[in-house]
């Protein structure tokens, strides 16, 4: 049974960060192209971060230079640091893992941005 078990998320004041986790079991990540999504009240979800098999990361130019994504190979968990954060970060940031045939979810870590 594949899981990914998001944690991390809370309250943060503007220009704070968060380290967001994914635990994985049932899969091996280093075999899996993982990444995070976040999704806000009413929009459509979007990617934030990923990380490929090898280990390349890849980000959208929104978040670039301040969101970082790596992993633990040893933990079999993936992690998002989030910097100089802004309100409009405000959302529920999920974990996924994306193969050819197969493709998972985790329920989700709520970050909420705001004084």
């Known amino acids: 049974q594949v899981q990914l078990v998001e944690s991390g998320g809370g309250l943060v004041q503007p220009g704070g960060s968060l380290r967001l986790s994914c635990a994985a079991s049932?899969?091996?990540?280093?075999?899996?192209?993982m990444a995070w999504y976040r999704q806000a009240p009413g929009k459509s979800r979007e990617l934030v971060a990923s990380?490929?098999?090898?280990?390349?990361?890849n980000y959208p130019r929104s978040v670039r230079g301040v969101f970082t994504i790596s992993r633990d190979t040893g933990k079999n968990t993936v992690y998002l640091q989030m910097s100089s954060l802004k309100p409009e970060d405000t959302a529920v940031y999920l974990c996924?893992?994306?193969?050819?045939?197969?493709?998972?979810w985790g329920q989700g870590t709520q970050v909420t941005v705001s004084s």
């Open positions: 990380i490929s098999g090898v280990g390349k990361s």
């Open positions: 049932g899969i091996n990540i280093e075999n899996f192209d």
């Open positions: 996924n893992a994306n193969q050819l045939f197969q493709n998972y």
